[in-house]
T-cell receptor, first 113, second 113 residues
């Protein structure tokens, strides 16, 4: 079965701190894509960052970076210099070869002033 | 660029009533998805279209849920009759064929009382 597990239901940090959200997944596929999506109270899912499994280099988008460990099937998201606008639900997701986006349960992140 | 449009944004109905949701994907996006997101959970794929053909509907409760995508553009998702456990946010997303980047609408929050 293709599954995504986010073990941290909630996290809270102070503004400007760095925070890391954890994600593990299970698949027998060798080629796939991994994602982190952000869902603010407006409910719209916004793509934060994307990683291709065949690329060893970790993806980076401004303050957002990932630590992709393929052998361990781990895909964590690091947010540097966190901002109040980063407060949201964060979902880890992946697309195996069959192109069906599978989501984790989500982590509620709160950035405190 | 216009995003994925969904309507209505909110709907409250009584159990056993019918309801329909509408989605207009981004122009040119052949792939369209409907997800169900129950409160506190990650989105679950209900149905995936490519143009007007169904790619995956394995998790669609076909005794009460139906979806169509006539002409390969707009799509409607219908629930008839609704149950209390159908209360959720229904998200529509679209993507280019063979592109893993999906764009989401703001969703419809359905409450069944």
């Amino acid at each position: 079965a293709q599954t995504v597990t986010q073990s941290q239901p909630e996290m809270s940090v102070q503004e400007a701190e760095t925070v890391t959200l954890s994600c593990t997944y299970d698949t027998s596929e060798n080629n796939y894509y991994l994602f982190w999506y952000k869902q603010p109270p407006s409910r719209q899912m916004i793509l934060v960052i994307r990683q291709e499994a065949y690329k060893q280099q970790n993806a980076t988008e401004n303050r957002f970076s990932v630590n992709f460990q393929k052998a361990a099937k781990s895909f964590s998201l690091k947010i540097s210099d966190s901002q109040l606008g980063d407060t949201a639900m964060y979902f880890c997701a992946f697309i195996p070869r069959v192109q069906k986006l599978v989501f984790g349960q989500g982590t509620r992140l709160t950035i405190n002033p | 660029e216009a995003g994925v449009a969904q309507s209505p944004r909110y709907k409250i109905i009584e159990k056993r009533q019918s309801v329909a949701f509408w989605c207009n994907p981004i122009s040119g996006h052949a792939t369209l998805y409907w997800y169900q997101q129950i409160l506190g959970q990650g989105p679950k794929l209900l149905i995936q279209f490519q143009n007007n053909g169904v790619v995956d509907d394995s998790q669609l409760p076909k005794d009460r849920f139906s979806a169509e995508r006539l002409k390969g553009v707009d799509s409607t998702l219908k629930i008839q009759p609704a149950k209390l456990e159908d209360s959720a946010v229904y998200l529509c997303a679209s993507s280019l064929v063979r592109d893993t980047k999906a764009f989401f609408g703001q969703g419809t929050r359905l409450t069944v009382v």
